[in-house]
């Protein structure tokens, strides 16, 4: 099993910027990928970026590409998300995602490419 703990949501105003924190606890040896995914009421759960533990390799989604930057420190077992330029349609539960160790270096882009979900952090962006 791995747990995951985001950290960072809050409310802010358009333009600006956050980070979220993904901390991974348990069996995180056996984890490959840790994905971001975001979800807003009446809305499917989305993929926002993700990355592979081993390769580096990253994925974003288009619509964040060029503000959002996905990182991650090994020795911590924590992933961020960084966000910047911020918009209202940014707004939603921002949830990290961890796989059980599928993957060799591909960042998987949909929900069903995890095996353990955090519990959420909510981002609102308003002015």
């Known amino acids: 099993q791995v747990q995951l703990v985001e950290s960072g949501g809050g409310l802010l105003q358009p333009g600006g910027s956050l980070r979220l924190s993904c901390a991974a606890s348990?069996?995180?040896?056996?984890?490959?990928?840790i994905g971001w995914f975001r979800q807003s009421p009446g809305k499917e759960r989305e993929f926002v970026s993700g990355?592979?533990?081993?390769?580096?390799?990253?994925s974003y989604a288009d619509s964040v590409k060029g503000r959002f930057t996905i990182s991650r420190n090994n020795a911590k077992n924590t992933a961020y998300l960084q966000m910047n330029s911020l918009k209202p349609e940014d707004t939603a539960v921002y949830y990290c995602a961890a796989d059980s160790g599928r993957y060799a270096a591909l960042v998987p882009v949909t929900t069903n490419g995890y095996d353990y979900w955090g519990q959420g952090t909510q981002v609102t962006v308003s002015s």
């Open positions: 348990g069996r995180t040896f056996s984890s490959s990928a």
């Open positions: 990355i592979n533990w081993t390769s580096g390799r990253s």
